[in-house]
């Protein structure tokens, strides 16, 4: 069976890990993970992403690889060393018949994507331009911005706040309703870059 899941990262710190993926850390300790953080599958067993210092930090850059351990934190296999941060991590668990209670051998699959936290990087721009009770138009129709205009265009709206991957805003219908809903980060994001308060992140 095949599990996925994914991590997502500061973008400050993918930048880093990939630039110590190919240059040496200096300011760091003989083996030293300089980056371990984890993700759950849905059948209880996690992968730990691990950036690794090498034996001569001073000199030579850093390795990266996935390590799968089960619930009881026995470790069921790892990937290959690495020389890139952002990426997919792949380990394949195989289970011997008598050995783990099962009568065939079954071969499952890990795989874990790294990526940018974009949502992340969204939500910041955002704060960054809106103040609570800040006003602001629907834009009309575009491609980027069509679940929120067909239902809202020209109307008028009031940032509220975002908070985990959400933006609440309150909306002023023509008939005078006054109308709280949620809004994505992404769809809200590209709502600011159609109005001009914010320059899209690369």
């Known amino acids: 069976m095949r599990y996925e899941a994914t991590l997502r990262v500061q ?8 630039k110590w993926c190919q240059e040496p850390p200096m300011d760091c300790g003989r083996g030293e993970p300089v980056f371990d953080e984890e993700v759950r599958f849905a059948n209880g067993n996690r992968m730990a992403i691990q950036v690794i210092a090498s034996e001569n930090p001073n000199e030579e850059s850093c390795w990266t690889q996935g390590v799968v351990f089960d619930k009881k934190g026995n470790e069921l296999g790892c990937t290959d060393v690495g020389e890139s941060f952002l990426g997919e991590y792949q380990v394949w668990d195989r289970y011997k018949p008598g050995v783990y209670e099962v009568e065939d051998e079954v071969e499952d699959e890990y795989v874990t994507h790294v990526v940018v936290d974009h949502v992340q990087i ?12 800040d006003r602001f138009i629907f834009p009309k129709e575009s491609s980027k911005n069509r679940a929120i205009s067909n239902t809202y265009e020209g109307l008028e709206g009031e940032y509220i706040r975002s908070h985990e991957g ?37």
């Open 122 to 133: 969204r939500s910041n721009a955002i704060r960054a331009v809106m103040q609570k009770g």
């Open 11 to 18: 973008k400050e710190t993918a930048e880093l890990m990939e």
């Open 166 to 202: 959400w933006v609440y805003v309150r909306i002023f219908t023509l008939d005078g309703k006054k109308l709280a809903r949620n809004l994505s980060v992404v769809r809200f994001y590209e709502m600011l870059v159609t109005l001009g308060k914010v320059q899209r992140e690369v």
